[in-house]
């Protein structure tokens, strides 16, 4: 890939800061692609000028391997009026497509989303990968290889990785065998940890990767499993902790029929759940879970567009937010590849079960776009482990640079201008996009988006071969 070196500065007219907007800000990078300075009210003297800059945006939750099925799974099983379609139904079209996966389609679908995500704002991803094995369920002779796959795209493609290997080895709540297509997916503890060691080895070569890992779900793992790979790995040294959680209600009532708990209320009777740990959905929550997870510190991961596709339900943000918890969001089966859309109908999801308006701000943000940015900001850069989301000395110089001359934005200024950015169209508004200091979208475009699109196109086709 062909990127502009590290800049030494960059000055924009307007910049979201920790403590808000300021204007005139220079900012000031070292070698490495950390901000080493950021100074306001200053006049432009040298290097990028540009009119808006926000700090890019982290995907806490991915599956990237989905990326190539996105949309086969909207024709219904039963004649229209009579489906019974749901989420279980879609895992089973999801688990015949990824049999056929190798390696390099592992990468070519990897780098092809990734570059989508840049182009978006996103500056970074957790991939929640649990493609392990080769087609027979077999180890590679590197256990980490589907994982690299992911990681090495990323860095072909100049993007920001949080690798979240995962730990899958049970069907079923009370340790159930495993489903003859899960077999790509199984690993016991000490195999998984090595997996996570050679990820650990990778990603000390590259600033812009760290590397957690996930537990699938409850009924995947148990508690001595995970207990395991905890202390072997080491708390302190693993980026985050991931898991799926209460996403349907079948996953509730069988937790419940397993265990006479709530799979959010197990949870923390077994674990330290922290702000280290990221529970994706967790949809299906009671009133005590809700203010307990807030409560913890801990991150959920919300992806509105596929828990909308796969029939989730709404998870309860208003209270959840009421409670200061901690919230991310991601693209998960990638139907949806823009932060705006996620941000959108997170938002207006509430106000359709509410039919109220404006419902997640703050006393801090009485604009709802902004309030929504500064949390994904935040919990974002806690659930991939990265000092990420912020402009300030000591971060990663991420960035994104809307287009304000733009109809849609023209005239807007600071949160007025995110309040239209997201609630006012669908037309991609990312001019320019910046990880670790390096230009990786200029203009809208990548240098190596043809190659990449043509890398993908072709293992489109070798799949539906």
Known sequence: MQVRPVMNTLWSASALLPGGWAESVEITLDEAGNIAGVRTAKPYTQGERLDLLIPGIPNVHSHAHQRAMAGLGERAGQLAGKSADSFWTWRKVMYHYLERIQPHHLFNISAQLYLEMLKAGYTSVGEFQYLHHDLDGRPYANRAEMSLQCMHAAASVGFGFTALPVLY???????AEPLPGQKRFLNEADDFVRIVEALQTAANKDANTSVGIAPHSLRAISQSL???????????????????????????????????QRPVEWLFNQFEVNQNWCLVHATHMNEAETVTLAKSGAVVGLCPTTEANLGDGLFNAVDYFKASGRWAIGSDSHISIDPVEELRWLEYGQRLNTRNRNLLVSAQNLNTGRNLLDGALHGGALACGRKIGRIETGYRADFVSLDTQHPRLYGRIQDDLIDSWIFSGNTNLVESVFVGGKKIIDQGHHTDEETIAQKFRQTLDELAD
């Open 226 to 260: 995970l207990s395991e790979v905890i202390n072997s790995c080491g708390p302190g040294n693993l980026a985050a902790i991931h898991i799926h959680i209460a996403e349907q209600i079948k996953e509730v009532d069988d937790c419940l029929a397993w265990s006479q």
């Open 169 to 175: 080895r049970y069907a079923g709540f009370g340790e």
